[in-house]
């Protein structure tokens, strides 16, 4: 059965998330994002600032207490345009991870309205195609028309495509926007006085090499800090390769990722909180990725870092996927861990 409350809960994240995604915010470019969730925390911070990189920080102020960074990025990989074709067509090159198998056929979307398909120039037999071989359709019908609607310069994300069945829900940007919604979730319920000093940052440009999360981390000068990523799953058929990670078994404590070894004093504290209130975690080994924690622990003299991991599918792909379930399992945990004094 499920607890009362639960259903109540689960529309609000729901729609959150569905909100989120439903925006786009490629790298460099995140300010639809930032005012969404600016109008969002306004509330419930002591403080909020925008920094000079496009970082959102929201304080909960505690001058007695340690200084402890949470760091979500609003950023999302996108497609920008560097050559437009005499007949209209938009090359362009990635923002971020862009996987080119998925490419073809994908729609897109442009800051002001202009939506596209991707089309990719054909292939001799066992060719395989760099992403300079794709383009982006626009329905021009010359590089004039095409640049009354489109600058070189300009970025496309992936059309929104949110859609939920039960607790699981799909859409494009689930990285980061469910992380997003998460550290959101958490501001809100937080109580009203905490024992540590507490920064919410939703960092920009995380897609593009952890850069928001850099500058940000080198002004807060935090003790210790967190990142809220999706991570990759290893429960969809894929005979060779093994990952022990899956949808819906609750939030994953990082380990390591290729960014980052999280300092075992805060992978401890992540394991006991989740203990004290039951809630079941996953352990993960991200073999190839990272987050915003790879660029933090970095900062000044250093600063011990861990992560709390969302399991999703097809990540870098328009149709991501999450359980909602994990999301409420990673906003208890992390509830619970900054109830507790560091
Ligand atoms: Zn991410």
Redesign the pocket.
Known sequence: MLERGWFNKMTELLKLVEDLTGLSGPSGSEEKIRSFIRKEAEAYGDELFVDALGNLIVVKRNPDGKKILLAA?MDEIGLMVTFIEENGFLRFSPVGGVNNEILSGTKVIFDNGTAGIIGREKLKEKETAGINRFYIDIGAKSKDEALERVKIGETATFYPSFHHMGPRVTAKSL??RA?CALLLQVLKNLPASLPNEVYFVFTAQ??VGLRGARTVSYRLNPDYALAV??TRTGDTPEPEFKMDLALGKGPAIKIKDSSVICHPTVVQRMIRAAERINVPFQLEVLERGG?DAGSIHLSREGVPSGALSIPCRYIHTPGEMVDLNDIEGGFSLLVELLKDKW
């Open positions: 990025h990285d980061n992380g995380e897609e990523d999706v987050t």
